[in-house]
């Protein structure tokens, strides 16, 4: 049996041996670039952070009204066609109504900011049910719209909204698919398009002749308005025979009823010098 101090002794030369051979207990110490991201706020859909105040983003949605937004052509947002669900601004489905050649309702209901924008960012997310179509345009003057059939129908550029899996309007090409400038010009090969039921991350530049569509952190389309390639496009596209279309101007961002169930939220501008 040891003695006492023989036993203190021990455990003393152990703690030293311990100590130099550098093991000890897990730190819980959070590293300085961690604290740094931890206390970055968890920014969720329609709130802007301070840095997107700071660059001058604004909310086109708040998440709970149609402040700032009205139907085409009318006074207010048409009952029946849009509602407000959990958080996101959402297209009823229409049903069986009669439909345009393009497959709009002719008796349709798109809704459109109250302003208009000229050179701008537009920052949305959107979601579609299993074989819907929808759009958001812009450059959009309402009353060019209001004087062409359907009625309460944007004419504009489009960003197109679909699920190309389902809806028959993806065989017609890829000008027609998610992202596309619609009728105009088809995505790069590069798109990245998420589930149905899942939202998407979407991005118009519109600055000066020259445009930009981004989906889900890739720049699908680029364009100019005053280049030869766009000439031809525009030459074979639906809109050419439509007077003034394609006119530069200060005007409305629309959301599209085209008569399915879609969902845009986080809907965000900013203009540019």
Same mark, same amino acid.
């Given at each position: ?24 207990? +897990? ?121 062409? +059939? ?17 809806? +028959? ?105």
């Amino acid at each position: 049996m040891l003695r006492p101090a023989a036993g203190l002794l021990i455990l003393a030369l152990a703690l030293v041996a311990l100590a130099c051979s550098g093991t000890s207990e +897990p730190s819980t110490e959070v590293a300085p670039a961690e604290a740094s991201a931890a206390t970055i706020p968890d920014v969720g859909p329609n709130t802007l952070s301070a840095d997107e105040v700071a660059e001058g983003w604004t909310l086109l949605f708040d998440g709970q009204t149609f402040d700032g937004w009205r139907g085409l052509g009318r006074e207010e947002v048409p009952a029946g066609h849009w509602t407000i669900e959990d958080g996101a601004i959402k297209k009823i489905d229409s049903g069986v109504v009669p439909l345009a050649p393009d497959g709009q309702p002719l008796e349709g209901g798109d809704i459109m900011t109250v302003e208009t924008y000229d050179d701008f960012e537009l920052r949305f997310q959107w979601k579609v049910a299993p074989g819907a179509n929808s759009g958001i345009k812009y450059n959009v003057s309402e009353a060019m719209s209001i004087e062409t +059939p359907p009625a309460h129908a944007a004419l504009g550029f489009e960003f197109q909204v679909l699920d190309d899996d389902l809806h +028959p309007d993806a065989l017609n090409g890829p000008n027609r698919t998610a992202g596309a400038l619609y009728d105009l010009l088809g995505p790069t090969d590069q798109k990245l398009l998420r589930s149905v039921g899942e939202f998407n991350d979407s991005r118009i530049v519109f600055d000066g002749p020259r445009g930009e569509h981004w989906l889900n952190g890739v720049k699908v389309v680029e364009f100019d308005l005053e280049s030869a390639d766009f000439a031809a496009h525009y030459a074979a596209s639906k809109y050419d025979p439509i007077p003034g279309f394609a006119d530069r101007r200060a005007g409305h961002i629309v959301l599209q009823d085209h008569g399915n169930d879609v969902w845009f939220r986080d809907i965000k501008m900013r203009t540019l010098p």
